[in-house]
């Protein structure tokens, strides 16, 4: 009989031969940034997650600081907004102030900055629209304009999330116009058109004002499909590749890390998160388990970095164990 259970029978022979550790420093921290002052709103449908203005945004970032995560991933929240998101390529627009206030009293924390534009748009699209319809070329231009505007504010890596057709090598060719040669592009190569945003766009305002994102976003059913855009973005010069959401989509982190060899991150997006909260609260679970289960099965799948609004609680549970 083989004796499985030996190498279980105590904590030390467990950990001893652990497979699969979560390590603070691949954890990004998402942060929410509205512009305007005095600002800590809490995102109701995201227990614990807020956002905040510039001025109070060091009591987040204090606690980012002490945690010793990889990093932070902003979104800016603009207090106005047009149809073709004119304050994303602002360059003293809410995130590139952000940016600028993160690099200058907290330099050691990387920044990361999003790049799309429905945050920006009063419609709420990812890119331009046109008699209804999302325009993908007339698009690149702005995304690109975007991220040097971020890169010249500072941002540490450029992740666009728009899923537009060509944007890394739009926006990698711009980058290095600009003398950015060294600012790397982590691309949401794969990011499905999911259920699992919705709290994200109450947090971001950034829910699309008429239909929705199935013609940019990819169709959940799609795994092939998948690795063809990570191999495209690869082609075009991104530095670091995503699939997005997580927990539903662990066999494309999989396939993904199987096949090809970059730095690999996975998005533990909001409506994971969400859900996670609304059950502890009722007491059906047990969070703190549930999420280091969680971030545990994201890397086991593959995943390098492991975006995630757990971040800040994952490490302190980290420590404990
Ligand atoms: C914007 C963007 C979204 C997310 C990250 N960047 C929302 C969307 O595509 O609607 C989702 C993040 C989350 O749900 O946590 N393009
Ligand atoms: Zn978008």
């Known amino acids: 009989m083989k004796r499985f259970r030996r190498l279980r029978s105590t904590e030390s022979l467990r950990s001893l031969v652990r497979e699969t550790r979560v390590d603070k420093s691949s954890l990004i921290y998402p942060i929410f ?49 047009d149809e073709v998101g004119s304050e994303a390529y602002n360059d003293e627009g809410i995130t590139q102030r952000a940016v600028r206030f993160i690099k200058e009293k907290y330099p050691e924390i ?19 629209v046109h008699e209804g319809e999302i325009q993908n070329d007339e698009t690149l231009p702005l995304l690109a304009k975007m991220s040097v505007s971020l890169a010249s504010a500072g941002a540490d890596i450029i992740a666009p999330s728009d899923m537009m057709d060509g944007r890394v090598a739009a926006i990698r060719e711009a980058l290095d116009g600009a003398g950015h040669i060294n600012t790397p592009i982590m691309s949401y190569s794969a990011k499905f058109a999911s259920g699992y945003y919705s709290p994200f766009r109450d947090a971001a305002h950034s829910a699309p004002s008429f239909g929705d994102r199935r013609t940019y976003q990819m169709e959940p059913s799609n795994g092939n499909e998948a690795l ?21 989509y662990l066999d494309i ?37 549930i999420v280091l289960e969680n971030l545990t099965a994201i890397k086991r799948a593959g995943a390098d970095i492991i975006i995630t609004y757990h971040a800040l609680d994952a490490v302190c549970w980290l420590e404990e164990t």
């Open 228 to 248: 063809r855009e990570v191999a495209d973005d690869i082609d075009e010069g991104a530095d670091i590749v995503m699939v997005k959401p997580a927990l539903a």
């Open 33 to 81: 940034i509205a512009e305007g002052e005095n600002i800590k709103n809490p995102v109701e449908s995201m227990p614990g997650i807020y956002q905040w203005s510039p001025d109070r945004l060091s009591e987040e970032l204090d606690r980012v600081r002490e945690s010793g995560i990889g990093g932070v991933l902003l979104f800016g929240i603009p207090a106005h907004k």
């Open 253 to 289: 982190i999989s396939r993904t890390k199987q096949r090809f060899d970059l730095p690999l991150a996975a998005y533990n997006v909001s409506g994971e998160y969400s859900m996670v909260k609304a059950a502890a609260e009722k007491g059906w679970i047990d969070e703190r388990r």
């Open 110 to 128: 990387l920044v990361i900055a999003d790049v799309c534009l429905c945050e920006y748009t009063s419609h709420g699209h990812c890119g331009l």
